[in-house]
């Protein structure tokens, strides 16, 4: 008889701790509801993860419990399917195959390697201009370009040729950030800007867009058939003191008539007849 009432309370007792003891909960976390770390009861809801707001350098991660929540965005020049040119693709000269008639102009010219149009504000139709690279060169400074620690000057020379002599072209020369086209800082405060790279922001950049005044009649293209046409050309050089290493200046040589309106950013505006070249 001493037994089975021994047997009961030992029964009893287990019972009671099984159902009665005093939880020792943990908190809700991001994956798990509150919860007795003794009985693993849980009371309520996990709370759901934080996600920031991924960006072209970091990808969403919870700012709880720092979990990766998916993936960097693309580079904005990728995210808006904008052609871009890599420096080391633009042609070095101009021309390309045989002299050839336009039928819908009284324009002689070659095969093009790199050509684009610009407005025209005394006709409708667009001014074709022609591009190519002379050089292209990334350095710490020189007697024009003043050296900053941390930064590099990318340098590059084009030369346009617009066969359309006469009926004057309206030739905008800009740039963008290939990573950043909304965050781009593009205010018109001198020549100085923001670069952000890599989550940081560097406020040392320059950006320095010249453009030769002067009408040059130079012919800028050797040999043969095309050394005998004369051509309006123009310098245009283009310099920015940007983050070591950073390769996100894309040069764009566009049709001026299309301009921005507030608010609007390049691929609002963009025709395909503009020409975007990325200084890697
Ligand atoms: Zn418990
Ligand atoms: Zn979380």
């Known amino acids: 008889?001493?037994?089975?009432?021994?047997?009961?309370?030992?029964?009893?007792?287990?019972?009671?701790?099984?159902?009665?003891?005093?939880?020792?909960?943990q908190e809700a976390t991001c994956t798990q509801p509150r919860t007795c770390t003794d009985c693993g009861e849980t009371e309520g809801e996990a709370l759901g993860h934080s996600p920031t707001e991924a960006t072209v350098w970091e990808p969403s991660v919870c700012s709880v419990c720092g979990e990766v929540m998916g993936e960097k965005l693309a580079p904005a020049f990728e995210r808006h399917n904008i052609e871009v040119m890599d420096i080391a693709d633009v042609p070095t000269e101009f021309f390309d195959g045989a002299p050839t008639q336009n039928p819908e102009t009284r324009y002689l010219y070659m095969e093009p390697l790199l050509m684009f149009y610009t407005g025209n504000n005394s006709r409708k139709a667009g001014v074709p201009g022609y591009l190519c690279l002379m050089d292209y060169s990334i350095i710490e400074s020189d007697e024009n370009h003043e050296a900053l620690e941390g930064y590099e000057w990318r340098i590059a020379n084009f030369k346009v040729i617009f066969p359309d002599m006469s009926s004057g072209y309206q030739l905008a020369i800009s740039d963008e950030d290939y990573y950043d086209i909304?965050?781009?800082?593009?205010?018109?405060?001198?020549?100085?800007?923001?670069?952000?790279?890599?989550?940081?922001?560097y406020d040392g950049c320059v950006r320095i867009i010249n453009f030769s005044s002067e009408p040059d009649y130079t012919v800028p293209v050797t040999g043969g058939f095309a050394s005998n046409l004369i051509f309006l050309s123009k310098g245009v050089t283009v310099a920015f003191r940007v983050p070591v290493g950073y390769d996100g200046s894309v040069v764009c040589f566009r049709?001026?008539?299309?301009?921005?309106?507030?608010?609007?950013?390049i691929y609002d505006v963009m025709t395909p007849d503009d020409i975007f070249i990325r200084l890697t």
């Open 182 to 201: 909304e965050g781009h800082d593009d205010s018109a405060q001198g020549s100085h800007y923001t670069v952000t790279w890599q989550g940081e922001s």
């Open 1 to 25: 008889m001493k037994k089975v009432f021994a047997l009961l309370l030992i029964l009893s007792l287990v019972f009671l701790s099984g159902c009665g003891h005093e939880h020792t909960w």
């Open 255 to 265: 049709n001026s008539m299309y301009s921005f309106e507030p608010g609007q950013y």
